[in-house]
């Protein structure tokens, strides 16, 4: 099968090899790993049908994983996590172990769809109905080797989730982008990936991506991303994220010092 653009040929293995190159932050183990090298192994298991899930926790869901142990073991055991963010970065300096990269999903999730073999099948989900058709018509066009073959807004009751997973299962996507948010996001790939029908399908916690490939989010420019200071044009467009990131970074800053001082530990063993 073709690779894209990368033109990229890899043996079959699992993103989570590699352990010992590792930074543990509040309990949740992040591979320091190149935007390359991920974009590698995550073409290498959509091109040999490896399923599971993918999650980008920034700043914001890392403060969430604090007071909720479920959510940890979550991103701990069942999902593979890349670093988003300048927060994570700092803590991961702060460890002697700086990450080479910012892999956020914003970043990686176009251009893995840029580098996908051609007829990989993607379903999207999330949002509300106009945001979804309209990012889904616009990804049409800018990834012409992805098939979209699906998609469906993000506003689920149990009985509207069970008919959205069968279709996904009927439709045996390679690729699903969730679009909800965390923590919801995280629960819907933990508790659907390894259903039957979808054992070989790769999902993604793409959070706010639909906002941008929609219109409705305009991406800041490349200088502010480099200062690190994307969260604060991301407040500017939308105010309601004001307390997720005035409040939220002290927050952060704060239980990294705390866990650093071995005054906050999780299952009784202190967090390196």
């Given at each position: 099968?073709?690779?894209?653009?990368?033109?990229?040929h890899?043996?079959?293995?699992?993103?989570?090899?590699?352990?010992?190159?590792?930074?543990?932050?509040?309990?949740?183990?992040f591979?320091?790993?190149?935007?390359?090298?991920?974009?590698?192994?995550?073409?290498?298991?959509?091109?040999?049908?490896?399923?599971?899930?993918?999650?980008?926790?920034?700043?914001?869901?890392?403060?969430?994983?604090?007071?909720?142990?479920?959510?940890?073991?979550c991103?701990?055991?069942?999902?593979?996590?890349?670093?988003?963010?300048?927060?994570?970065?700092?803590?991961?300096?702060?460890?002697?172990?700086?990450?080479?990269?910012?892999?956020?999903?914003?970043?990686?999730?176009?251009?893995?769809?840029?580098?996908?073999?051609?007829?990989?099948?993607?379903?999207?989900?999330?949002?509300?109905p106009?945001?979804?058709?309209?990012?889904?018509e616009?990804?049409?066009?800018?990834?012409p080797?992805?098939?979209f073959?699906?998609?469906?807004?993000?506003?689920l009751?149990?009985?509207?989730?069970?008919?959205?997973?069968?279709?996904?299962?009927?439709?045996?996507?390679?690729?699903?982008?969730?679009?909800?948010?965390?923590?919801?996001?995280?629960r819907?790939i933990?508790?659907?990936?390894?259903?039957?029908?979808?054992?070989?399908?790769?999902?993604?916690?793409?959070?706010?991506?639909?906002?941008?490939?929609?219109?409705?989010?305009?991406?800041?420019?490349?200088?502010?991303?480099?200062?690190?200071?994307?969260?604060?044009?991301?407040?500017?467009?939308?105010?309601?994220?004001?307390?997720?990131?005035?409040?939220?970074?002290?927050?952060?800053?704060?239980?990294?010092l705390?866990?650093?001082?071995?005054?906050?530990?999780?299952?009784?063993?202190?967090?390196?």
């Amino acid at each position: 099968m073709d690779t894209g653009h990368l033109n990229i040929h890899v043996k079959q293995r699992s993103v989570r090899e590699d352990d010992w190159d590792q930074v543990e932050i509040f309990g949740v183990r992040f591979p320091r790993k190149t935007r390359h090298t991920v974009l590698k192994e995550l073409l290498s298991r959509i091109e040999h049908g490896i399923g599971g899930g993918v999650c980008f926790p920034d700043m914001s869901t890392m403060n969430l994983v604090i007071k909720d142990d479920e959510l940890r073991q979550c991103l701990q055991t069942r999902l593979d996590v890349f670093n988003d963010g300048a927060g994570l970065a700092w803590a991961a300096r702060r460890k002697g172990k700086p990450f080479p990269d910012n892999l956020n999903g914003t970043d990686l999730v176009p251009r893995l769809l840029d580098s996908v073999p051609m007829g990989t099948r993607v379903f999207v989900l999330g949002g509300k109905p106009k945001t979804v058709e309209s990012a889904v018509e616009n990804m049409q066009r800018r990834f012409p080797c992805a098939d979209f073959v699906g998609w469906h807004h993000g506003y689920l009751d149990s009985e509207l989730e069970d008919r959205v997973v069968e279709e996904m299962r009927s439709l045996q996507p390679n690729v699903v982008l969730v679009a909800m948010g965390n923590p919801l996001q995280i629960r819907f790939i933990d508790r659907h990936k390894d259903k039957p029908g979808l054992e070989k399908t790769i999902f993604f916690a793409v959070g706010g991506l639909l906002h941008y490939f929609s219109g409705e989010l305009v991406r800041a420019p490349r200088w502010v991303r480099r200062c690190r200071l994307e969260w604060l044009f991301i407040t500017v467009q939308q105010p309601y994220k004001f307390r997720r990131y005035f409040f939220g970074i002290p927050k952060f800053l704060f239980y990294c010092l705390k866990y650093e001082s071995g005054r906050k530990t999780f299952e009784g063993k202190t967090v390196e």
